[in-house]
């Protein structure tokens, strides 16, 4: 990260059991934070439930709630748990007063219903690891949410989704790796690091016209401004 001008990360839960080690990973390095939540594709591990989840939250270096939302895409028949398990994390956003991180994979429709009928929009956060529309991601900003763009932008046929982060404001974006996968240009089909970030950034600059320095300076004070509680 260092070497490649990165200076802060978020290491982010995706289930409780292995929480433990991402805590231990924002414990020991001051730039980088976690997160506390179970990814939607997640089964047989603790469900979450909004008192456990705030109580995890206290944690000093916790500045969010996720990763949460829908995947359709994995998982198949009835998935209401799944919608039953974003709600609970919608709710625990708003009662701690941390921001979201939300996964979303073929399941736009249901997702930003959700997050309108819980009002998301109260706490706000990112639409992680973003590929979906420029209708979608109208909608995800209008509740007070970023869109955050990973390496697959990099990719040559993700033509749709160069279109979209041309599109979006820079204050409404953040970019990020999805480390350890979708490993951007250069790297592509490699394990990914954080390290990586900056080739994400240096497309988007080429996308919107600007420089590398302009999407790192606009990205690095939405990450500030969104995750508060980050020092």
């Known amino acids: ?120 929009a109260e706490c706000g956060g990112v639409m992680h690891c973003f590929t979906e529309t420029q209708a979608v991601a109208d909608a995800a900003m209008e509740m007070n949410f970023l869109i955050s763009f990973s390496g697959i932008v990099t990719f040559k046929n993700a033509v749709a989704l160069k279109a979209v982060a041309r599109e979006v404001p820079l204050e409404h974006m953040l970019i990020e790796t999805d480390s350890p996968y979708l490993a951007p240009v250069p790297y592509r089909g490699r394990t990914n690091q954080p390290a990586y970030v900056r080739f994400v950034a240096e497309e988007v600059a080429r996308l919107k016209g600007v420089s590398v320095e302009a999407v790192a300076i606009a990205t690095t004070a939405n990450f500030f401004e969104l995750f508060k509680n980050a020092a």
């Open 1 to 120: 990260m260092q070497s490649n001008a990165v200076t802060h990360a978020l290491c982010v839960s995706v289930n409780l059991e292995t929480l433990p080690q991402v805590l231990s990973i924002a414990e020991r390095f001051p730039n980088v934070f976690a997160s506390v939540g179970v990814h939607p594709n997640d089964q047989g591990g603790e469900e979450p439930d909004i008192t456990r989840m705030l109580s995890l939250a206290g944690h000093p270096r916790v500045v969010a709630i996720g990763e949460t939302g829908l995947d359709y895409y994995r998982l198949e028949g009835d998935l209401e748990w799944q919608r039953d398990r974003f709600r609970r994390h919608i709710r625990a956003a708003r009662e701690s007063g941390k921001p979201l991180i939300i996964h979303m994979r073929e399941a736009a429709a249901d997702t930003l219903q959700i997050m309108k009928e819980e009002n998301a």
